[in-house]
């Protein structure tokens, strides 16, 4: 099993551009995550979903989209970027049997310049 | 939505215990308490879970009193290696929480 995996791991967008990034999980899992964590800061949640086609808010959503049109891929889009969405994401994903484990991706490395 | 309370910071050195508190004043009935570890540029992994009493694995200890207001985790004997920011998280996604992390506690060890 993969886990979590997340593309890209860097990436440096212009003010104004989009992006897509993706994050894919091959555990089945019905949850699933991002957060954004700001140099030397905690993890602020920005939308999460609960299963295929549901999908809620979380604290930061302002800027950013989201789509979950299968159980595996949960991508999060950017549109029209600004430098306060420099940041570090992590997508994660829950499996609501196995509740002892939030299994987190490697991150992308996201500057808006 | 329960919120966590934590030290922003906490030093030690090689060999000792460490004991970390997270005050989750609004806790649920329903809710665990998960504590996950964080190193630089990388996601935060799973430590320990529990609901009360006492958790104990190989890597740490999870204390819960009877009013689960509260919730110490407990690093025997940490090594350099354990410098890391350390979270608590109260919830389930069942009960509809939207797990949110607090603001961590950076443990830093030294020799």
């Known amino acids: 099993n993969a886990g979590v995996t997340q593309t890209p791991k860097f990436h440096i967008l212009k003010i104004g551009q989009s992006m897509t990034l993706q994050c894919t999980q091959d555990?089945?899992?019905?949850?699933m995550y991002w957060y954004r964590q700001d140099p030397g800061m905690g993890l602020k949640l920005i939308y999460y979903s609960v299963g295929a086609g549901i999908t809620d808010k979380g604290e930061v959503p302002n800027g950013y989209n989201v789509s979950r049109s299968t159980t595996e891929d949960f991508p999060l889009r950017l549109e029209l970027a600004a430098p306060s969405q420099t940041s570090v994401y992590f997508c994660a994903s829950w499996d609501r049997g196995r509740r002892e484990k939030l299994f987190f991706g490697s991150g992308t490395q996201l500057s808006v310049l | 939505l329960a919120k966590t309370t934590q030290p922003v910071s906490m030093d030690s050195y090689e060999g000792q215990e460490v004991n970390i508190t997270c005050s989750h004043n609004n806790i649920a009935t329903n809710d665990y308490i998960t504590w996950y570890q964080q190193f630089p540029s990388q996601g935060p992994r799973f430590i320990i879970q529990?609901?009360?009493t006492k958790v104990t694995n190989e890597v740490a200890s999870l204390f819960i009193p009877a009013d689960r207001k509260s919730s110490t985790l407990s690093l025997p004997r940490v090594s350099l290696s354990d410098t890391a920011v350390y979270y608590c998280?109260?919830?389930?996604?069942?009960?509809?929480?939207?797990?949110?992390f607090g603001t961590g506690t950076q443990l830093k060890v030294e020799l």
């Open positions: 998280l109260v919830g389930e996604p069942g009960g509809g929480n939207k797990l949110t």
């Open positions: 555990m089945n899992h019905n949850y």
């Open positions: 529990g609901y009360k």
